[in-house]
């Protein structure tokens, strides 16, 4: 992913709406690239300091941030998860179902 792509993408972070495969690729970049922190940093501030002033409640942008951040860690790690206990019954799927064969070719 490059910073373009990255910036078009903030307001999906911002409003949560990010799948998982573009919510990774996105904070892969966010963690390597300070110039795209800085960018995500200042529209999290345009768009929840905006929303928060006008409702008359306090803002603290680098807690938001942090916020959005653990948020996104939290998605990913889950979908992570779900992948490998998705592969794990894959392949003890298919282990039954060898063995069915096996058993059913010996008998």
């Given at each position: 992913m490059d910073c373009k792509e990255l910036e078009k993408m903030i307001p999906a972070?911002?409003?949560?709406t990010l799948e998982y495969k573009d919510l990774k690729?996105?904070?892969e970049h966010v963690e390597k690239c300070p110039s795209c922190k800085e960018e995500l940093t200042?529209?999290?501030?345009?768009?929840?300091?905006?929303a928060r002033l006008e409702e008359g409640s306090a803002f603290d942008l680098q807690k938001e941030l942090d916020s959005r951040i653990q948020e996104?860690?939290?998605?990913?790690?889950?979908?992570?998860?779900?992948?490998?206990?998705?592969?794990?019954?894959?392949?003890?799927?298919?282990?039954?179902?060898?063995?069915?064969?096996?058993?059913f070719i010996l008998h």
């Open positions: 972070f911002v409003g949560k690729k996105f904070m200042i529209q999290v501030l345009v768009f929840e300091g905006m996104a860690g939290r998605k990913i790690r889950f979908h992570e998860l779900l992948k490998y206990i998705s592969i794990t019954l894959e392949l003890a799927a298919l282990a039954a179902v060898i063995i069915i064969i096996m058993l």
